[in-house]
């Protein structure tokens, strides 16, 4: 993964007490290699305490808008969220991989469509660049945002939604829901079946929705995908993006006790490893020096993506790639376990 590049912080904004987004500037020579879609995300890397961490985070601002901005949210006890929301400076540089990620619009002017998401917590990052997007590159569509929170103070970007809505007061519609705090003309408890009813068949029943986006914890991703399920809604009309996973994944059936000669190629480098079958690919590939692309390693990013060329894998747990995806031979690599004598697996075949 060595299309790292050093860019320069042009602005560190809080906007909440504990997030805050972070502007990069950008040189001309990289202004197409760091060219974006909606809706995408970079991977950020750093050296904490000698030694290397990465970290993807969803970029907040539009393609068309010329700056490139992400949001991160400081998790409790966690490494670089606390390094972006402490420590680091305008006028820094960071290690910053071109953007990546299929939760993405294309917006096309003729369109005169309804598009609805929900989003919690920090999910509401890549939400927001999708929205501004749709409300000025699609001006015959309109947009509903569900947004839990815990509280008004909690909501990333609760000021600049608001000045969209009254912007676009006939095009934009925000149900905002808090958990902790009962607020006026907002929602009491977290996003949930009765939530998603109320958007679908009560307060926006007369939109005819073309496309869904959720993003924010497993666990919300996964009962809001059940109700729009239960309301027929066709699975390839629903987007969704992963900001924290419920568990390590599952145990595989089958037994893993023999070993693989495993073959990776990355950015045009051929390696060949002999490996147990029970050890990871990506921790594998990172074990021997490899510079495979990865970021989360938890099966949240997609940053990992390989293709199998040769021989077989099973994944621990995806959450990310269509059956049809699974079917062309892809794998996300720090889930995937060899199945097989030899295999290869290649990154630069995506």
Known sequence: M???HALTIQDITRETEKAVSISFGVPEALKEAFSFKAGQYLTLKASIDGKEVR????????????????????????????????TLTVGESLEVHPPEGKFIVEPNGENQNDYVAFAAGSGIT????????????????????????????????HKELLELQLKYPERLFIEFIYS???????????????????????????????????????????????VLEENGVAKEKVKFELFTS???????????????????????????????QDKIILDAALDNDIDAPHSCQGGICSSCIARIT??????????????????EGLILTCQALPTSANLTVDYDDI
């Open 310 to 327: 040769e021989g077989t894998a099973v994944m621990r747990k995806n959450q990310i790639l269509t059956d049809d995806e699974v079917e």
């Open 180 to 226: 902790r705090k009962q607020e006026t003309d907002a929602h009491f408890g977290r996003i949930e079946k009765a939530t998603v009813n109320f958007v679908l068949k009560n307060k926006f029943k007369s939109h005819d929705f073309d496309q869904y986006f959720l993003c924010g914890p497993e666990e919300m991703i996964n009962g809001v995908r059940a």
């Open 126 to 157: 890549p939400v927001l660049s999708i929205i501004k997007t749709i409300l000025e590159e699609e001006p015959k569509s309109r947009f509903v945002l569900a947004y839990g929170n815990k509280t008004v103070e909690e909501t990333i970007f």
């Open 2 to 4: 060595s299309d790292f």
């Open 55 to 86: 970290r993807s985070y969803s970029l907040c601002s539009t393609p068309q808008s010329g700056i490139l901005k992400v949001a991160v949210k400081e998790v409790e006890g966690g490494t670089f969220s606390v390094l972006a929301n402490n």
């Open 246 to 276: 419920s568990d390590d994944g599952e145990e595989i059936a089958e037994a893993l006790d023999g070993e693989t000669t495993l073959k990776i190629i990355c950015d045009d480098e051929e390696f060949e490893l002999v490996i147990p």
